[in-house]
């Protein structure tokens, strides 16, 4: 009796193993006559599939709350496709992604970035090239997201960065928003001297100690001659940023000494947005998609944005430019509902519904965005053009980012110097294109 | 009497748990070994043998080796504390009574939350900002702020703090239990021989807990050597490199750069790491329950 318990108990564990693995091994060890009838059922099940709810997943790093507009949108207009979107943190954007792509169960739609050319040339992203909705964009959009002249993504609205500042505390004090790098710094000992903290930095992920690099580089290097087509000769190993950001990182110690604070490193964003939302802090550098949880957190909070200042008399800069995109698996079984979010996307329609929740210009031919009163003061910054994010382009910029981010906080702490930072970062430049090249 | 048809009803019994230890450990760790001499990237599809380069770059690259300093650092003090002070509350707290229930209660509640949770709640409190508990403790006491998380001297440190108050009920309640295991005779004729309290800590309570001391602190080590949820949660490996550890490394190479080869390489050489130290760890013990019995 206990022999027979035993083996039907170890068959019943057995089976439910096997069971696990799934149905398409059963589908792989029936019959050939079994197998065209399930293809059949299968194609059937495809057609159904398309008449009736067909569930894709979208996978973003921006907020459901910055995209609610524009889900909605799709949900009106597309209702035989089910958008599932899955927002993943910045931080671990590139992690899940990449271990997604890895393991084949990547999102059928993914909100790309600075990862698109590493992951076109992987062959991971479909070509959109000769698809319809492409030609409705400007080419500056495109760029980005184009390799060896092909397409793989499509731009999302710009984004932008600048800081932002609490109108009540500038106007209390007779203060008014900086035109060049000194009046900014000036602004700084301002609010200092009169017990006011200057600025909410949370540097415990190094972010912005990079935009700010990145803020002077705009200012002092790519605003000159030798930063045009930089970009280029760095995405092929040859451009070094020690040997171009020299003046961009001497003004940044300039401003890091008066702007961070070592405690700073013990700050997270979301905590320095806590201070500045509730009115603790002066000023907070951060971009329109912040403004919708800054006014939650405060209602009566006034608010307005400059730009990344640098040199006097010149016009500042804001960080931004071609943001997001919308890349589509190439292993995708929903290729075809897919390209059809893609299509709406393209409509002027799509586009209005983006920048409702996360304000910035379309790079949709013909549409054009009125901004906030809130960006009055980047008027100038604007109209000059002066929206870079160089990074976005770099076939390695997630990695050489993170390598900034990180050497800037050893910066900060006294345990590294600016010039080692540029060279870290063109470190991790050169291996991580020694590790994709032929 | 076990007969060879016993043998193998129990062979067969462990079998489900054996194949799934086969598919999910043993070969994906031969996979890994195979991959750490390639250079597949999770950008580059089609990679090559290239050899021990991975090795080689790794030994190399003064990122990776401060990894794993920190990581041993991490391992051996949070063994010494977390056992120290488990073997010292489990003495303490061998007695009967309400209060003494109630103080284990308190000391294992904190290792029943998620890690996470842990990690993100003390980041809170340990913050820099104005709103940080910590701080406005000290700040009470008349006392400076500190940069708990943000301090690349402390921050380690910091978070190692924080894995103690989690995991030493955890300890506690392992080292009870053996406690209650040694035969009270002993206790009794070390009283009649008026052995001092020291004395009988040293020499009967100690050497019996070898059971319950080995298993901990191989524990312990392992999962000082594993610690990735709460670096994550608290500090991302920062400022800068300060806590970078062996997985979080791990995890930055292998996903946010997509070295999969090259994070693959880390690994074995981790897995070579903790096996030695497990080894020496077993061999120590071995001769103390030697010297014991």
Known sequence: ?438 | MITRKKEQVFFWMIAPSFIGFVIFFILPAIMSLGYSFTNWSVYKVDFNFIGIKNYLKLFNDAGTMAAVGNSLRYAVIITIIQNTLAIAFSVFLSKKGLMVNLVKTVLFLPAVLSILVVGYLWSYMMTSSDSGLLNSILHTFGMGSVNWLGNANIALYSVLATQVWQWTGWSLVIYIANLKSIDGALYEAANIDGASGRQVFLNITLPLLYPAVSFNVLMSLIGGFKIFDSIFAMTGGGPGYATETIMTTLIRIGFTEGRNAYSCAFAMIFFVIVFVITKIIQFLFSKWEGSVL
């Open chain 1, 1 to 438: 009796m206990k022999k027979i318990l035993s083996i039907i108990l170890i068959v019943t564990l057995m089976t439910t193993m096997v069971t696990g693995c799934g149905a398409k091994k059963q589908e792989v060890t029936t019959g050939e006559k079994k197998d065209v009838v399930k293809e059949k059922d299968t194609k059937s099940e495809e057609k159904e599939n398309t008449a009736e709810n067909v569930k894709i997943r979208f996978m973003g790093y921006n907020s459901e709350s910055s995209r609610a507009t524009y889900l909605k949108l799709l949900e009106e207009k597309l209702p035989n496709i089910e958008v599932q979107f899955e927002f993943v943190n910045n931080d671990n954007f590139s992690n899940i992604l990449n271990s997604q792509l890895a393991a084949g169960n990547a999102p059928d739609i993914i909100e790309g970035g600075s990862d698109t050319k590493l992951l076109a040339n992987a062959g991971y992203l479909l070509d959109l090239t000769d698809q319809e909705f492409v030609k409705r964009y400007m080419d500056v959009g495109l760029k980005s997201f184009s390799v060896d002249g092909k397409v793989y993504a499509t731009p999302l609205q710009s984004w932008f960065q600048g800081i932002f500042y609490n109108k009540k505390i500038f106007r209390d004090n007779n203060l008014e928003a900086p035109k060049s790098l000194d009046e900014f710094i000036g602004l700084l000992a301002d609010l200092d001297a009169k017990g006011i903290k200057p600025i909410a930095v949370g540097a415990a992920d190094g972010d912005i100690l990079s935009k700010n690099l990145m803020g002077m580089a705009l200012n002092y290097f790519y605003n000159t001659e030798a930063g045009n087509g930089f970009d280029e000769s760095f995405n092929k190993g040859e451009g070094k940023l020690a040997d171009n950001w020299t003046e961009a990182s001497k003004q940044y110690v300039k401003l890091m000494e008066k702007m961070f604070t070592p405690d700073m490193l013990g700050i997270s964003a979301d905590q320095a947005k806590d201070e500045f939302a509730t009115g603790k802090a002066a000023m907070f550098s951060s971009g329109p998609w912040d403004v919708n949880i800054l006014k939650e957190k405060n209602p009566d909070l006034e608010l307005a944005m400059f730009s990344f200042q640098g040199e006097t008399g010149k016009t500042g800069w804001l960080i931004g430019g071609t943001g997001s995109c919308l890349e589509i698996n190439a292993k995708s079984e929903h290729i075809a509902e897919a390209l059809q979010v893609l299509d709406l996307t393209a409509t002027a329609e799509a586009q209005a519904a983006l920048i409702k929740d996360n304000t910035g210009s379309s790079y949709l031919k013909g549409v054009k965005v009125d901004m906030d009163p809130i960006y009055d003061d980047c008027q100038e910054t604007f109209q000059a053009g002066n929206i870079h994010a160089p990074w976005v382009g770099w076939t390695a910029g997630t990695p050489v980012w993170q390598t900034l981010c990180k050497s800037l906080q050893e910066v900060l702490a006294g345990t590294k110097e600016i010039e080692q930072v540029l060279i870290d970062a063109d470190e991790k430049n050169s291996i991580i294109l020694e590790s994709i090249a032929d």
